[in-house]
Each structure stands twice: as C-alpha cells, then as structure tokens.
C-alpha cells in the first residue's frame, strides 16, 4: 500500500469516527428530549453500526498481517 493510500484511509476514518461520535450526541439527546422519534433513532443506530463496520475494515488494512 503506497503512502498516498494510507493517508487517504487514515484520513477516512477521522471523518467516520468523527460522525459516529456526532451519531452517538444525537441519539442522546434524542433520548433526553423524551419526544424522540423510535424510528429515527433506530436509524440512527442502524447508520453508526455501519459506521463501526466501515472503521473495523479500514483499521484491519492499515493493520499489517503479522505472522507469528
């Protein structure tokens, strides 16, 4: 993997972890408000579960396979 696309991955999941932090922030105060709407939490949950999957399979290719 060439420096470019390391840094470009690097840079990927910043963003995603930055949104899924941002997703974690609404759906509390989604909760807090007590007028929160199930369904939009629930997609909520449902995109920040993606949001993981996709951070797990960035992480895994910036992770080198070590061999013992």
Sequence with gaps: MSDEDEESLR???VA??????DLDSA?????AS???D??????LKKR???L???MSHIEDRLTPDIIA
């Design 52 to 54: 993981k999957d996709r």
């Design 34 to 36: 007590g007028s929160a």
């Design 16 to 21: 995603l972890q930055q949104e899924h932090r």
């Design 38 to 43: 199930n369904l939009q939490i629930k997609r």
């Design 11 to 13: 840079d990927q999941l």
């Design 27 to 31: 759906i509390a105060a989604l909760d």
């Design 48 to 50: 920040k579960l993606f």
